[in-house]
C-alpha cells in the first residue's frame, strides 16, 4: 500500500484542462467545438507517432489531417460521405507509404491507420454528444465521470490497494482503486442527478447502467493506452501538460468511454 503524494503541478495543470474544455463546451458553438476537438486530434496522432520514435514531418501530417477529416465527416456530414471519406484516407494512406517506401513503412501504415481510427473516430464522438438533445449537459456528465474515477481510482488505490490489476500494462493500477473510482464515479453522477432537470429523463436504473458502462469503458480506455505506450517503450505519451504527461495521457479514458457513452444515452433518449 502506497501513500500517494500530493504534486501541485499535477493538480494546477488538471484543474487548468478540465476548466479550459468545460468552458470550450459551454460557451462554444458545436463548429467552435470542432476547432477544439481538431486540436485535440492533431496532438494525439502526434503523440501516438511519437510513442512509436516516429516524430519526423513525413510521418504525421496526413495522417493528422485524415484523422481530422474523419471526424469531421462522421460528427457532421451524412453516412455516405463518411464512408466515402474514410475509403479516401485509407486509399490515401496506401498511396503515401507506397510512393514513400522505407524499410520501416511496414510499420508505418498500421500507425497511419490506427491514428486515424483512434484519434480521429473515437475523439468524434465528442461532437456527436455534444448534437444530441441537451448535449452540453450530457458532456458535462461524460467529464465528470471519467474524472471522478480517474481521480478515485488514483487515491483510493493508493491508500486501500493490494491487488494488482493487470501487472504487465500499468503496474500501479489495482482492483480495490479500480472498484472505488466505479463506486464513486456512479454515486457522484447520481447526486448531480438530483439537482439538475436534464437528468430527470433518464429513470434511475438507466442512469445507473449509462454511468456505469461509461466508468468500464473509460477504464478499458486508460489501459489501451497503457497498452500503446508499452508496445512503444514509453512511459508517457507527451510532455505538454505538466504532472500528467500528453495529451493522451489526459484523455485516453474519454476516447473509448465517448462512443459507449453516445450509444447507451442515445438509446434512452428515445425511447
Avoid at 478540465?18 to 502526434?46: H, K, Q, R
Wanted: net charge positive; proline share 3%.
Amino acid at each position: 500500500m502506497e501513500k500517494p503524494n500530493f504534486d501541485p503541478k499535477r493538480f494546477m495543470s488538471g484543474i487548468i484542462f478540465g476548466t479550459v474544455i468545460i468552458l470550450s463546451v459551454f460557451l462554444l458553438n458545436i463548429y467552435e467545438f470542432f476547432i477544439v476537438s481538431a486540436v485535440i486530434t492533431a496532438f494525439s496522432v502526434y503523440e501516438i507517432y511519437s510513442i512509436f520514435d516516429l516524430s519526423g514531418y513525413r510521418y504525421f501530417i496526413l495522417p493528422e489531417i485524415l484523422a481530422i477529416l474523419t471526424a469531421f465527416s462522421f460528427a457532421f456530414l451524412k453516412p455516405d460521405a463518411f464512408i466515402f471519406i474514410l475509403f479516401l484516407s485509407v486509399f490515401l494512406i496506401f498511396f503515401k507509404n507506397v510512393l514513400s517506401f522505407k524499410t520501416d513503412s511496414g510499420r508505418s501504415i498500421f500507425i497511419d491507420l490506427f491514428s486515424i481510427l483512434y484519434a480521429g473516430f473515437l475523439i468524434s464522438f465528442l461532437l456527436k454528444i455534444f448534437a444530441i438533445s441537451s448535449g452540453r449537459l450530457l458532456l458535462l456528465l461524460l467529464f465528470i465521470l471519467v474524472w471522478a474515477s480517474d481521480i478515485f481510482a488514483y487515491y483510493g488505490g493508493r491508500h486501500f490497494g493490494r491487488h494488482k490489476l493487470i501487472v504487465s500494462l500499468s503496474p500501479k493500477k489495482t482492483v480495490e482503486g479500480a472498484l472505488i473510482g466505479f463506486l464513486s464515479a456512479v454515486l457522484i453522477a447520481l447526486i448531480f442527478r438530483i439537482f439538475i432537470n436534464d437528468y430527470k429523463r433518464f429513470t434511475a436504473v438507466s442512469f445507473i447502467i449509462l454511468s456505469s458502462v461509461t466508468v468500464i469503458a473509460g477504464m478499458f480506455g486508460d489501459l489501451t493506452e497503457s497498452l500503446i505506450k508499452r508496445m512503444g517503450g514509453k512511459k508517457d505519451s507527451g510532455y505538454l501538460i505538466p504532472g500528467h504527461g500528453g495529451i493522451l495521457d489526459r484523455i485516453d479514458s474519454l476516447i473509448l468511454a465517448a462512443p459507449f457513452f453516445y450509444y447507451t444515452a442515445s438509446y434512452y433518449l428515445k425511447r
